[in-house]
C-alpha cells in the first residue's frame, strides 16, 4: 500500500496562474485533508471531507476550492494563485472523521512557491 | 473560538536531558490530543495520542500527561538521542458538524551530542 500520494512534489506559479493539487489514499478511509504548513505557524487547516461527497472550510479556506471526486481522490485547486499562498501543502487521511480512530496520515507534502 | 497553544516554539537539551513540550486548547469538549513528530523534509508522523478519559500515557522514552481541568497537555521526551531532533505538533480534535484537528504551531527541538 502507497499510503497517501500527492502530486506534485514541487510547483512555482506565477501569481495569477490556477492549479490543482491531487491526493489519493489506498487505505479505503472516510475522511480526508487538505493543510497549509508555513513557519511559526504549524499546519492550518484548508478544507475537509468527512466522507465521500462532503466537503467543509477548515481554518483558512480563502482562495482555495476542494473536490471529494470519489472516496481515494481529493484535490485542492488554487484558482488565482497569489503570492500569500506560498507554503508546503499537505494531504491526509483518517479512518473516519469523529471516530474513535482520528490517527492522520499524511502525504509527502507539496512545495508551492507562487511569485 | 477553536485555538492550541503550543510552548516553547524552539527548544535545545543536552542529550540524555529530558524535553517538555506545552499545550493549551481552547474546547473543553476535545477529548482527543495527539502528538506529532516531523523530521526536516518529511511528513508528520503520530507518535502518541492521548484520550480524555485517562491522564497520562507512556510509550518508552515518551509520555504524555492531560489536565482537562486546565485545559492543558504535555509531552514528555526523557533520555533525549540526536534522532528526537524534530518539530513536534500537538493537536485537539473540536467537534461541531464534524469533529476535526486543530495544531499547535510547533515546538523545534534540537538535541546536541
Known amino acids: 500500500n502507497a499510503g497517501v500520494t500527492q502530486t506534485p512534489k514541487f510547483q512555482v506559479l506565477k501569481t495569477g496562474q490556477s492549479m490543482t493539487l491531487q491526493c489519493a489514499q489506498d487505505?479505503?478511509?472516510?475522511?480526508m485533508y487538505w493543510y497549509r504548513q508555513d513557519p511559526g505557524m504549524g499546519l492550518r487547516l484548508i478544507y475537509y471531507?468527512?466522507?465521500?461527497?462532503?466537503?467543509d472550510k477548515g481554518e483558512v479556506p480563502n482562495g482555495y476550492n476542494v473536490s471529494r471526486l470519489n472516496k481515494r481522490e481529493f484535490s485542492l485547486r488554487l484558482e488565482s494563485a497569489a503570492p500569500s499562498q506560498t507554503s508546503v501543502y499537505f494531504c491526509?487521511?483518517?479512518?473516519?472523521?469523529?471516530?474513535?480512530?482520528?490517527?492522520?496520515?499524511f502525504g509527502s507534502g507539496t512545495q508551492l512557491s507562487v511569485l | 473560538g477553536e485555538n492550541v497553544e503550543q510552548h516553547p516554539s524552539t527548544l535545545s537539551v543536552q542529550e540524555g536531558d529530558s524535553a517538555v513540550i506545552k499545550c493549551t486548547y481552547s474546547?473543553?469538549?476535545?477529548?482527543?490530543f495527539p502528538w506529532y513528530k516531523q523530521e526536516l523534509g518529511k511528513r508528520p508522523q503520530l507518535i502518541i495520542d492521548?484520550?480524555?478519559?485517562?491522564g497520562e500515557k507512556k510509550d518508552q522514552r515518551i509520555a504524555v500527561t492531560l489536565n482537562k481541568t486546565a485545559k492543558h497537555f504535555s509531552l514528555h521526551i526523557t533520555e533525549t538521542q540526536p534522532e528526537d531532533s524534530a518539530v513536534y505538533f500537538c493537536?485537539?480534535?473540536?467537534?461541531?458538524?464534524?469533529?476535526?484537528?486543530?495544531f499547535g504551531a510547533g515546538t523545534r527541538l534540537a538535541v546536541h551530542p
Open positions: 491526509a487521511s483518517s479512518e473516519a472523521a469523529g471516530a474513535t480512530n482520528e490517527k492522520l496520515f
Open positions: 487505505m479505503n478511509h472516510n475522511s
Open positions: 471531507s468527512a466522507s465521500e461527497g462532503t466537503t
Open positions: 474546547d473543553s469538549a476535545s477529548n482527543y
Open positions: 492521548i484520550r480524555s478519559n485517562v
Open positions: 493537536a485537539a480534535l473540536f467537534s461541531g458538524g464534524y469533529n476535526k484537528l486543530i
